[in-house]
């Protein structure tokens, strides 16, 4: 595809509930990123895959959330018994090389009642 | 926290103005890079400016850098209704991960 594509783009869910959101990522980018924003705010990383490297997640806020990645492809991202402030919006990003150019999917909005 | 800051963090003027917009960060970087975002979702790579450059152009926009006091600008010429959006800074520095600041919400009136 032309560029990174994310699934859902809204998900609405209860609290307490598990969510998965995915990332399909620009092919031949060799890395991907996930990273939240909430409202009014700037991006904070979560974890980071490069190639068959071992994931960065120091971003990860809690025990609650994980993330997977097949190959070079696909990743999601899995939040547990989902909180109230894990309301925002979560977007992925990929890159051909290292330190150069990030390009964004358009990001799932998740709201947890 | 934030490595880096965007100042103002609201900026509101006439189209056909020029905007300016403010970031500082605060450890060594290897390149920043600024971004644009509409509406809250996806982001758009605006312009990667590297360590060893002071200055970039990219059309109507012109980025500086000054690793001295770990500050950049961006500026827009002759601004447009279709160039509000928010503006962020993000940086790199011993990985590739963007690190970024809180934005500057840029709304240009017709």
């Known amino acids: 595809g032309a560029g990174v594509s994310q699934s859902p783009s809204n998900k609405v869910t209860e609290k307490g509930k598990d969510v998965e959101l995915r990332c399909d990522p620009i092919?031949?980018?060799?890395?991907l990123y996930w990273y939240r924003q909430r409202l009014g705010q700037g991006l904070e990383f979560l974890i980071y895959f490069q190639g068959n490297s071992a994931p960065d997640k120091s971003g990860l806020p809690s025990d609650r959330f994980s993330a997977e990645r097949t190959g070079e492809s696909v990743s999601t991202l899995t939040i547990q018994r989902t909180q109230q402030e894990d309301s925002a919006v979560y977007l992925c990003?990929?890159?051909?090389?290292?330190?150069?150019?990030?390009?964004f999917g358009p990001g799932t909005r998740l709201l947890v009642l | 926290s934030q490595q880096g800051e965007e100042d103002p963090q609201a900026l509101s003027i006439q189209e056909g103005e020029n905007a300016t917009m403010n970031c500082s960060y605060k450890t060594s970087i290897n390149n920043l890079q600024w971004y644009r975002q509409n509406s809250g979702r996806g982001l758009v790579h605006l312009i990667l400016i590297r360590s060893n450059e002071r200055e970039k152009h990219s059309g109507r926009l012109r980025v500086t850098l000054d690793t001295s006091k770990k500050s950049s600008s961006l500026l827009i010429t002759a601004s447009r209704a279709a160039d509000t959006a928010s503006y962020f800074c993000?940086?790199?520095?011993?990985?590739?991960?963007?690190?970024f600041g809180g934005g500057t919400r840029l709304m240009v009136k017709p």
């Open positions: 990003a990929s890159t051909r090389q290292i330190q150069e150019t990030q390009y």
């Open positions: 092919s031949g980018h060799t890395a």
């Open positions: 993000a940086t790199v520095f011993a990985g590739n991960m963007l690190t």
